[in-house]
């Protein structure tokens, strides 16, 4: 008994960042901040320029790395994501050397590790500085999502709370635009039940942070008994339910749609994939945002990348 007090104590004490700790990640996260504004304006600038060879993925992620190790990052948090276009609908996807095209989205996921701290964020932005009507649409609901997430990172308020909430925009969003029809998927609800939306947002909303970018932590409540739950299949599992969220804790928060060619799906919204993605302080009343360094308003971002 008493050795499992004491897993549930370092378990408590690893996901409850102090204020060293926390001054460690800001700094993480404004360093990767301006490493996502210098990739955003360089990308905008060497397209205006021409580039012999074209501008390519490699050629963003060069300027990433450029700028962690110039403010003292030690290493990169993860292998950064530099994805061109239809890439960015893979998830796990790497910087290749794929070419940026001007009316085309380009998703960076890259962060800074500092002093033994992660910091992890996701920007997508049209590789020359203005976005098509399609991919501004797609992008005002992801960022929606994303809000309302936020919205829910408080303490008090469970792990899973924010993914809901975002889940719920994205499939109203996606009925909205016709990436699901109505007639065969019904109302927001049906689509939460289905797990129809799972064909255009099929990860989770966040994840731990700390020492490692997907930091170790009990996702659920170590100090609820566990309970009857449906699981994805509609099967009923005994589990505890989702950790509780308390002020210190870290958690990203990442929705995202991304849409393969399919049957059925309006073809304006074909191989993009958008997330956006931050970094949250649970505090004593919501969240900090750590990672706000770099805009995530699409107007914003196109005035940045005017130059
Ligand atoms: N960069 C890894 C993740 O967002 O989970
Ligand atoms: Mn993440
Ligand atoms: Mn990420």
């Not at 994805?232 to 599992?237: H, I, N, P, R």
Request: hydrophobic share 40%; glycine share 10%.
């Amino acid at each position: 008994q008493s050795q499992h007090d004491l897993c549930k104590l370092l378990d408590e004490m690893r996901l409850t960042k102090d204020a060293h700790e926390v001054a460690i990640l800001r700094r993480a996260g404004a360093i990767s901040a301006g490493a996502h504004v210098r990739a955003m304006q360089t990308s905008a600038a060497m397209l205006r320029a021409g580039v012999k060879g074209g501008l390519r993925e490699y050629h963003l992620e060069a300027e990433l790395l450029h700028e962690f190790r110039r403010h003292g990052s030690q290493f990169p948090a993860y292998t950064s994501i530099v994805a061109a276009g239809a890439n960015a609908c893979v998830l796990h996807y790497r910087a290749g050397n794929a070419e940026l095209k001007p009316g085309e989205l380009c998703l960076i996921d890259a962060g800074c590790e500092l002093d033994g701290y992660a910091s992890d964020i996701t920007r997508t932005f049209p590789a020359g500085g203005k976005f098509t009507p399609a991919q501004r649409v797609l992008y005002e609901i992801v960022l929606e999502a994303q809000n309302a997430a936020v919205k829910v990172t408080k303490p008090g308020k469970r792990f899973m709370d924010p993914h809901d909430a975002a889940t719920r925009v994205l499939a109203q969003g996606m009925l909205d635009t016709g990436l699901l029809s109505k007639a065969k998927h019904g109302k927001v609800d049906d689509v939460l039940a289905s797990g129809a939306y799972r064909q255009f947002y099929m990860h989770r909303t966040g994840h731990w942070m700390g020492m490692d970018v997907h930091d170790c932590g009990d996702y659920t409540e170590p100090s609820s008994r566990p309970r009857e739950e449906k699981d994805a299949l509609g099967q009923t599992v005994m589990r505890k339910p989702s950790r509780i969220l308390r002020p210190g804790m870290v958690t990203t928060v990442e929705p995202g749609i991304y849409v393969r060619p399919a049957k059925g799906v309006p073809k304006e919204f074909w191989n993009i994939g958008i997330r956006i993605e931050d970094d949250a302080l649970v505090t004593a009343k919501g969240c900090e945002l750590l990672t706000r360094g770099v805009p995530v308003e699409a107007d914003e971002i196109e005035a940045l990348m005017r130059g």
